[in-house]
């Protein structure tokens, strides 16, 4: 299901979580993203802030930060749990790339 708009991703969501889909975020861009669950099946629209982008390979760890703090107030431990998983994961690949890099380079 194509999805463009934050009301289009509404439904999305909807029809996923009827699915059997226990968590959905979809990530619309600039227009932020929506999510819902089978706990809070109402579905919240978590808008983005205009931010100059300066490093875009790692980038997913701002999303994984700004939903972690937007959603903190609205849903429960076991999310708040999983994006901090993420977050430490993207952490330790950037890491893994930092160290090749250097081996690379390296001077025998």
């Known amino acids: 299901m194509p999805v463009q708009s934050v009301e ?17 975020i979809i990530t619309l861009g600039a227009s932020g993203a929506v999510f819902a669950s089978q706990d ?13 982008p300066v490093d875009t390979t790692v980038g997913s760890w701002k999303f994984s930060y ?4 937007s959603l903190s107030m609205s849903f429960g431990f076991q999310l708040i749990l999983i994006l901090l998983i993420k977050f ?3 952490i330790l ?3 893994h790339f930092i160290i090749i890099i250097i081996i690379m380079f390296r001077k025998d």
Do not use: W
């Open 88 to 90: 430490i994961l993207l």
């Open 40 to 52: 809070n099946s109402v579905p919240v629209h978590i808008p983005t802030k205009n931010v100059k």
């Open 66 to 69: 700004i939903s972690t703090s």
């Open 8 to 24: 289009e991703a509404m439904v999305a969501v909807g029809r996923l979580l009827d699915k059997g889909g226990k968590q959905v």
């Open 93 to 95: 690949i950037s890491f």
